[in-house]
């Protein structure tokens, strides 16, 4: 079902568009290459700058706010093209809208960013506009009816990186299950997948590894938007739930990656500072559950090393640049450097230093490719105590059996790509853009 006023919306956009116009061991020996799969998209042409949902709305004077009591959830990177943040915007314009703004919502490191990964947050006061802050990363992740009580519309505009286990779009699906629950509306403010629309990866998630690092029934890398994530939620939570919105972006393509946006990035969490820091995580992050090798985060490079003690790094380079299974887009440099804090504190490590381009033709592959010439069993053995986040994160503990039994990486990357395709035609009804 799509939201009735997503077609206004656009047409309210593309009318914006114009103004703005104007002015550690060897791989295995039986693995063996595999077709290269195709080139994840074309580059876009940047011609047409792209609106965000915040800019529709505002352009479109906040009437879908009109009347309304307003909550939004909101973090550092939630900023207009302007780079001006979205919870000032609706605080300065409620005079001009219509609206009140009465409460902001906090996902995982807080409005404000300022919180590490993981710690759980309490309710607060914002000492900016003196409104009340709802944590959705502490007692609870899903808003209660309390919490809900005084709005009667839940704004979301949170950036997200691409990757499933980011877990911005679990608080996307959680939220908009309270508001179909609470009988309140729920409205996406849409921002690009800085991946791009079109590179779909990995795993899907299977029953008893759902979590909220693995929420929503999507592969890892899932090439959709916030708001296309929020039509296909709605669908599957409550398909009878008419209370939906999703405000679109103009000028954004799927064949974008977020270099052709022309947007500037803001870090949306402490380890994600870089656009590039997203294609990073996307090809590290999931090792670094482990906790047994570092992947960058404690050091100035986070998810861009990734090194173990007792490694030669120059061997390591050397190995993931032959390797059979070598990714197009993909290179290396032997690095040495010691993590300031987290896995591995102060010592110093051997690997590499991991260069991507943002059309490489496999970023999740790149994980396993880089556990399994860093002795893959010994890392599994050694986190043994992280195998369950291990798990959560590619959704099935079929990976980690998979390589436990030495079987080769080249047919699990096969099973990936037919899954990929699958769900590309599964997420065709909710897609927004061309």
Same mark, same amino acid.
């Given at each position: 079902?799509?939201?009735? =006023? ?18 550690? @061991? ?14 994840? %998209?074309?580059? %876009? ?13 505002? %352009? *479109? /004077? ?7 009591? +307003? ?16 919870? #000032? ?32 947050? !309490? /309710?607060? #006061? ?8 709802? =944590? ?14 005084? $709005? ?21 699906? +959680?939220?908009? &299950? ?22 779909? !990866?990995?795993?899907? +998630?299977? &029953? ?8 929503? *029934? ?36 799927? =064949? ?23 294609? @990073? ?24 090393? +990734? ?14 640049? @032959?390797?059979?299974?070598? $990714? ?31 059309? %490489? ?19 599994? =053995? ?11 994160? /590619? ?15 080249? &047919? ?23």
């Amino acid at each position: 079902m799509m939201p009735c =006023s997503t077609s206004v919306l656009r047409s309210l956009a593309v009318l914006l568009l114009t103004g703005v116009a104007g002015c550690h @061991a060897a791989a295995p020996a039986d693995q063996q290459p595999v077709t290269k799969p195709e080139p994840v %998209a074309t580059r %876009a042409t940047a011609a047409e700058p792209v609106i965000l949902g915040i800019d529709t709305l505002e %352009a *479109d /004077n906040f009437a879908l706010l009109r009347g309304k009591r +307003v909550g939004i959830v909101a973090n550092p990177a939630s900023v207009n093209r302007e780079l001006r943040s979205t919870v #000032d915007v609706l605080h300065q314009n409620q005079d001009k809208g219509g609206y009140q703004l009465v409460a902001l919502y906090g996902p995982e490191h807080g409005v404000w960013g300022d919180v590490y990964a993981g710690d759980k947050i !309490e /309710n607060q #006061d914002d000492p900016r506009t003196g409104l009340p802050v709802f =944590s959705l990363y502490g007692k609870t992740r899903k808003p209660t009816p309390e919490m809900l009580e005084s $709005i009667d519309i839940l704004l979301f505009d949170l950036q997200d990186i691409g990757s499933r286990s980011y877990t911005y779009i679990s608080t996307m699906s +959680v939220c908009l &299950e309270a508001c179909a629950e609470n009988g309140k509306q729920f409205a996406v403010l849409d921002r690009p997948n800085p991946l791009g629309g079109e590179r779909i !990866e990995g795993t899907m +998630v299977e &029953e008893g590894f759902y979590s909220f690092i693995s929420h929503l *029934d999507v592969p890892y890398l899932h090439g959709m938007t916030m708001g296309e994530l929020a039509q296909l939620e709605r669908d599957k939570l409550a398909p009878d739930y008419e209370g939906l919105t999703v405000v679109p972006m103009s000028g954004w393509k799927r =064949s974008m990656v977020w270099e052709d946006t022309g947007l500037k990035w803001v870090p949306t969490s402490p380890h994600v500072p870089f656009a590039s820091s997203t294609y @990073a995580y996307a090809a590290t992050g999931v090792i670094g559950e482990l906790m047994v090798l570092s992947n960058g985060v404690g050091y100035t490079l986070p998810f861009e090393v +990734v090194g173990d003690t007792g490694v030669d790094a120059d061997q390591l380079a050397d190995h993931m640049r @032959a390797t059979p299974l070598a $990714i197009e887009g993909v290179t290396y440099r032997p690095a040495r450097f010691r993590p300031f804090y987290a896995t591995h504190k102060g010592e110093v490590l051997g690997g590499v230093q991991v260069y991507l381009d943002p059309r %490489a033709d496999s970023l999740y592959e790149v994980n396993f490719l880089l556990l399994d010439a860093l002795d893959a069993k010994t890392q599994l =053995s050694e986190g043994s105590k992280r195998h369950g986040m291990f798990d959560k994160a /590619n959704g099935t503990d079929d990976v980690r059996l998979w390589i436990e039994q030495g079987k080769p990486l080249a &047919e699990l990357f096969a099973q990936w790509r037919e899954t990929s395709e699958r769900f590309r035609e599964t997420r065709k009804p909710f897609l927004l853009y061309d």
